[in-house]
């Protein structure tokens, strides 16, 4: 078995995924002992994780063989522990792979996933661990490794936040860049986004969505134009009748929009959202002429927050509509356009007073 097969039977591993067992294996170096060959002291402090991978080790203390897959040290190397099985041999040619502690803890700084794996694993090691004996003053109690391991871990969740922080950050960024882009395309679309986003998180809260989903709400309505980017601005501000081709042009923008986003990992989940606002209940939409509940719903309450939007809007080409106007128009396209659902939670907002505008 190569490295990355093996630590995959290790439990501080198992559950990894792959590329994050690969980015572990690069770092194990291959170790080869003969019969007798004394692998760990029993005084000694283990500052390595050794998983064997052909051959067999024992221990002289606890009576334990380790094989193919098992794992020595596997714990005690991350805070520098005494080796918990005595001495350690091989009992014939064994091949293992070596993980220095330091180059395990670095992986865990850079792999949280192993963290939370590891710490799992240390979990189901304090459960079977014997309770020791009170004039057992060569093995340190289990509660004071347990606070050794709760302290570098703390730490290590510490840096992980600040890093999410400085991540989310970065990732706020980059939306209110694209959102930027889009507005300089057409400046009648100035504050739409943010306003479609708000009016989807108040009708997604009334359709029952998680308070975990109202955010990504949110940023799906902020960013469901996002792919007029790469539409011509005088397409965009043309005032006139579209012709066909430049009908076309500005028909694809749901899939301009969900290949940009598609490129940013943090904001794939926002694709629906994006794909398919311009979708119709009927069928008869755009781009997938996609039907009822074939629609994911990120796009059924798009539809319907994007377009009161935009009734609410004051246009080149008219005046923007009374809120009243505007809802009963929404209301009369629920079963056509939009979804009935929706229609209702929505008109629920309004009645609530949840959402109350002066047109645009």
Same mark, same amino acid.
């Given at each position: 078995?190569?490295?990355?097969? $093996?630590?995959?039977?290790?439990? %501080?591993?198992? #559950? $990894?995924?792959?590329e994050?067992?690969?980015?572990?294996?690069?770092?194990?170096?291959?170790?080869?002992? #003969? !019969?007798? &060959?004394v692998?760990?002291?029993?005084a000694? #402090? $283990?500052?390595?994780?050794?998983?064997?991978?052909?051959?067999?080790?024992?221990?002289?203390?606890?009576g334990?063989?380790?094989?193919?897959? &098992?794992?020595?040290?596997?714990?005690?190397?991350?805070?520098?522990?005494p080796n918990?099985?005595?001495?350690?041999?091989? &009992?014939?040619?064994?091949?293992?792979?070596?993980?220095?502690?330091?180059?395990?803890?670095g992986?865990?700084?850079?792999?949280?996933? $192993?963290a939370?794996?590891?710490?799992?694993?240390?979990?189901?090691?304090?459960?079977?661990?014997?309770?020791?004996?009170?004039?057992?003053?060569?093995?340190?109690?289990m509660?004071?490794?347990?606070?050794?391991?709760?302290? &570098?871990?703390?730490?290590?969740?510490?840096?992980?936040? /600040?890093?999410?922080?400085?991540?989310?950050?970065?990732?706020?960024?980059?939306?209110?860049?694209?959102?930027?882009?889009?507005? %300089?395309? /057409?400046?009648?679309?100035?504050?739409h986004?943010?306003?479609?986003?708000?009016?989807?998180? =108040?009708?997604?809260?009334?359709?029952?969505w998680p308070?975990?989903?109202?955010?990504e709400?949110?940023?799906?309505?902020?960013?469901?134009d996002?792919?007029?980017?790469?539409?011509? #601005?005088?397409?965009l501000a043309?005032?006139?009748m579209?012709?066909?081709?430049?009908?076309?042009?500005?028909?694809?923008?749901?899939?301009v929009g %969900?290949?940009?986003?598609?490129?940013?990992a943090?904001?794939r989940?926002?694709?629906?959202?994006?794909?398919?606002?311009?979708?119709?209940?009927?069928?008869?939409?755009?781009?997938?002429?996609?039907?009822?509940?074939? =629609?994911p =719903?990120?796009?059924?309450l798009?539809?319907?927050?994007?377009?009161?939007d935009?009734?609410?809007?004051?246009? !080149?080409?008219r /005046?923007?509509?009374?809120?009243?106007?505007?809802?009963?128009?929404?209301?009369?396209?629920?079963?056509?356009a939009?979804?009935?659902?929706?229609?209702?939670?929505?008109?629920?907002?309004i009645?609530?007073?949840e959402?109350?505008?002066?047109?645009?």
């Amino acid at each position: 078995m190569n490295p990355e097969e $093996l630590l995959a039977r290790v439990p %501080a591993f198992g #559950s $990894l995924k792959s590329e994050d067992r690969a980015r572990i294996a690069t770092a194990a170096v291959e170790q080869k002992f #003969s !019969p007798g &060959d004394v692998v760990a002291r029993a005084a000694e #402090s $283990l500052t390595r994780t050794l998983v064997v991978a052909e051959g067999q080790l024992s221990a002289s203390s606890s009576g334990k063989l380790f094989g193919p897959g &098992d794992a020595v040290g596997e714990l005690a190397a991350l805070v520098d522990q005494p080796n918990p099985h005595g001495e350690v041999v091989a &009992d014939e040619a064994t091949r293992c792979y070596a993980l220095e502690a330091k180059d395990l803890l670095g992986l865990i700084r850079a792999t949280p996933n $192993l963290a939370v794996c590891v710490l799992q694993s240390l979990a189901r090691t304090v459960a079977a661990a014997p309770v020791p004996a009170p004039d057992d003053a060569a093995q340190p109690p289990m509660d004071e490794q347990v606070a050794a391991y709760v302290r &570098d871990f703390r730490q290590l969740f510490q840096q992980e936040r /600040d890093r999410a922080n400085e991540l989310q950050n970065a990732l706020m960024g980059i939306v209110r860049t694209l959102v930027g882009l889009c507005e %300089a395309k /057409d400046p009648t679309l100035s504050g739409h986004g943010s306003r479609v986003g708000r009016y989807a998180q =108040i009708v997604a809260k009334l359709l029952g969505w998680p308070n975990d989903r109202l955010g990504e709400a949110g940023l799906g309505g902020l960013l469901h134009d996002v792919g007029n980017i790469a539409i011509d #601005s005088s397409v965009l501000a043309k005032r006139g009748m579209l012709s066909g081709e430049e009908w076309a042009i500005v028909r694809s923008h749901p899939e301009v929009g %969900a290949n940009i986003v598609k490129e940013i990992a943090p904001l794939r989940n926002l694709i629906p959202f994006i794909l398919t606002h311009h979708e119709r209940w009927d069928g008869r939409g755009f781009p997938g002429r996609l039907s009822g509940a074939r =629609i994911p =719903i990120e796009g059924r309450l798009i539809a319907v927050v994007d377009t009161f939007d935009t009734l609410m809007s004051r246009l !080149p080409t008219r /005046d923007a509509r009374s809120l009243g106007i505007a809802v009963a128009e929404i209301r009369g396209q629920a079963g056509s356009a939009f979804d009935p659902a929706v229609i209702e939670a929505f008109h629920r907002a309004i009645r609530l007073g949840e959402i109350a505008v002066a047109p645009a």
